[in-house]
């Protein structure tokens, strides 16, 4: 499985983005998490979602403002940033984690992931 991110820009703060992350298979029995790194920081956990969607799990400083989605019928995940910061400045990474289930998984974990994409960049100007 492959996953490849894009929709990254250069946005003024407050405005919107929408990020997709296509997988070159399927992604029906997978948990995907969305994850970022800023400029000389550490990788941190954005957002997750079950294989149906119908569970979501944010971090806190993007709770609000983002939203994680999915389409299994096109193998793509998205995210929809909203009233962006600064701070959202960084490389946003999808990462997929093969399960049916999503009780006991760490998603905001990164070593629960077996696949990650190289990232899409995403800077927010003020």
């Known amino acids: 499985l492959h996953l490849v991110e894009s929709g990254g820009e250069l946005v003024q703060v407050g405005g919107s983005l929408r990020l997709s992350c296509a997988a070159s298979?399927?992604?029906?029995?997978?948990?995907l998490g969305w994850w970022r790194r800023a400029p000389g920081k550490e990788r941190e956990f954005v957002a997750a979602?079950?294989?149906?969607?119908?569970?979501?799990n944010y971090a806190d400083h993007v709770k609000g403002r983002f939203t994680i989605s999915r389409d299994n019928d096109k193998n793509t995940v998205f995210l929809q940033l909203d009233m962006l910061k600064p701070a959202d400045t960084a490389v946003y990474s999808c990462?997929?984690?093969?399960?049916?289930?999503?009780?006991?998984?760490?998603?905001?974990?990164?070593?629960?992931?077996?696949?990650w994409g190289r990232g899409t960049q995403v800077i927010v100007s003020s």
């Open positions: 990462a997929s984690h093969r399960t049916p289930f999503w009780e006991g998984i760490d998603v905001d974990d990164g070593q629960t992931y077996e696949t």
């Open positions: 979602i079950n294989w149906s969607g119908s569970i979501r």
């Open positions: 298979g399927r992604i029906s029995e997978h948990a």
